[in-house]
């Protein structure tokens, strides 16, 4: 029988579940696409957004958008074209009950759970296809899919059940190659973070100004020291580049905040005459603030091994 059997909400980033059905057979095969789930929702990040996963008698598909994957587990034989409008609609529904920030912020697996009343409602509708001739547009997800057609995932490609072998790279249509190992990513920004990267940029913008007017005060009086638009234009280039550091990871990002931010002190002591002392401490404070927060804001860990 072609019908749909389950379907998961999970957090891309860390394949943290967000909400799932609660309606999970005990047979073996079903078992088996559970442990598939949870591998998926590991790589999810290294993954296309609109993939499918054939296991022998059952087919898994999902899509991602806004760091939120929609998964679902069907029959081998349901239509391509009903997964995917069933998982859009979802999507639908889930991004307009619940913001971004509410599932960046989540901590603990299923804290969505109430959402699956929507997920076994639509599961419904969409196992009785008379249910649904006026509630969506075959036609445009038909051609959409045909335009885009979904990446196929082998079994091989996620290795062992058991094991930790990684995706190979793969091309995927209309959208480039899949890289093997993902982009570190950095934990959430905080509302100090938010603060130090506003302040920086403010920093960078006021010693921007201070230089052209330094190469204005230069072109007017030839006694007039050019090392002064040197030191502001340096100090322009480490308030951005710590900015950087604070989005970005890179290699030796600790070690490179500490040498942009000693870079920030030496350049408001050369332009000692030509500030306060309120304006040297405005400055070397953020400094000191955002090298603060980029040392706080590290490289997320290892996915948490979530039950999914």
């Given at each position: 029988m072609s019908m749909i059997l389950s379907a998961s909400v999970v957090r891309v980033r860390d394949g943290l579940p967000l909400s799932a059905s609660t309606d999970y057979e005990q047979s073996t095969g079903m078992q088996e696409c559970?442990?598939?789930?949870?591998?998926?929702?590991?790589?999810?990040?290294?993954?296309?957004?609109?993939?499918?996963?054939?296991?022998?008698?059952?087919?898994?598909?999902?899509?991602?958008?806004?760091?939120?994957?929609y998964m679902m587990l069907c029959t081998e034989n349901y239509p391509s074209v009903l997964a995917f409008c069933f998982l859009d609609e979802l999507q639908k529904e889930f991004i307009t009950t619940y913001n971004m920030m509410?599932?960046?912020?989540?901590?603990?697996?299923?804290?969505?759970?109430?959402?699956?009343?929507?997920?076994q409602r639509t599961k419904q509708r969409y196992n009785n296809t008379?249910?649904?001739?006026?509630?969506?547009?075959?036609?445009?997800?038909?051609?959409?899919?045909?335009?885009?057609?979904?990446?196929?995932?082998?079994?091989?490609?996620?290795?062992?059940?058991?094991?930790?072998?990684?995706?190979?790279?793969?091309?995927?249509?209309?959208?480039?190659k899949i890289s093997a190992a993902p982009h570190q990513r950095l934990e959430p920004v905080t509302l100090p973070g938010i603060v130090s990267f506003v302040l920086s940029l403010l920093c960078g913008a006021l010693n921007l100004i201070r230089g052209f007017h330094a190469i204005e005060s230069l072109l007017q009086n030839e006694g007039e020291d050019f090392s002064y638009?040197?030191?502001?234009?340096?100090?322009?280039?480490?308030?951005?580049?710590?900015?950087?550091?604070?989005?970005?990871?890179?290699?030796?990002?600790?070690?490179?905040?500490?040498?942009?931010?000693?870079?920030?002190?030496?350049?408001?002591?050369?332009?000692y005459e030509l500030r306060n002392l309120w304006q040297l401490f405005f400055h070397v404070t953020v400094g000191a603030f955002s090298t603060l927060q980029i040392r706080l804001r590290q490289p997320q860990g290892k996915s948490p091994d979530y039950n999914v």
């Open positions: 559970r442990k598939y789930f949870k591998m998926l929702s590991k790589k999810l990040s290294q993954l296309p957004d609109r993939c499918t996963l054939k296991t022998g008698r059952y087919n898994i598909n999902f899509i991602s958008s806004l760091g939120v994957s509410k599932t960046n912020t989540a901590v603990r697996p299923y804290c969505f759970i109430e959402f699956d009343n929507f997920i008379r249910s649904l001739s006026t509630k969506m547009n075959l036609a445009d997800m038909q051609t959409e899919i045909k335009l885009r057609p979904p990446y196929q995932i082998s079994v091989s490609e996620l290795g062992s059940v058991n094991g930790f072998s990684h995706l190979s790279v793969a091309e995927y249509k209309g959208t480039g638009v040197i030191a502001f234009f340096l100090g322009t280039a480490a308030c951005l580049y710590q900015c950087y550091l604070f989005v970005y990871y890179t290699g030796w990002r600790n070690a490179k905040s500490f040498l942009t931010f000693g870079l920030i002190c030496l350049c408001n002591m050369y332009l």
